[in-house]
């Protein structure tokens, strides 16, 4: 028997993954703030993302995570915590992150960017206005292997 999809919002999935940093601002309901690390995200909605990176976090600690990226030459910050782990290969993890999004504006704005990168993306791979991974950003984040525990 499968298991309901629970999104309720307009998901993304990206061919070109897009580039974007993150970096622990939370852990266990105690600030943190960790150096930035670049991730790749595989797909992306206005309720999360769900991203690829060589980090083996804990999923137990109820980090709180910041990411940053570019949507149409605007920056978007969001927060967010890991709601899945699933090792792909050695040094290489996929997260499932829900994004804490309190202002409903901001939300909106998520989703019509989002909406209209959709739209852009049948008609070309990437756009220079967002911040899809270059072959540097790929070998940038693939060279990164450490844990955090």
């Known amino acids: ?10 998901r993304l999935h990206l061919q070109i993954p897009l580039s974007a940093l993150f970096k622990i601002i939370g852990i266990k309901n105690k600030a943190a703030d960790t150096k930035h690390s670049k991730i790749m995200i595989r797909d992306i909605s206005a309720g999360g993302i769900r991203i690829h990176t060589p980090l083996n976090l804990p999923i137990d600690m109820n980090l709180l995570l910041e990411f940053t990226f570019q949507l149409f030459h605007q920056e978007i910050k969001v927060l ?3 709601t899945r782990k699933t090792m792909l290969k050695p040094s290489l993890y996929e997260y499932g992150i829900e994004f804490s999004i309190a202002d409903p504006i901001m939300e909106q704005q998520l989703t019509s960017h989002l909406i209209l990168l959709g739209a852009r993306l049948k008609h070309a791979n990437m756009l220079a206005s967002c911040s899809f991974c270059s072959d540097e950003d790929m070998a940038d984040i693939f060279s990164t292997t450490y844990e955090i525990t």
């Open 80 to 82: 967010g915590v890991l």
């Open 1 to 10: 028997m499968s298991q309901a999809n629970k999104r309720s919002s307009f």
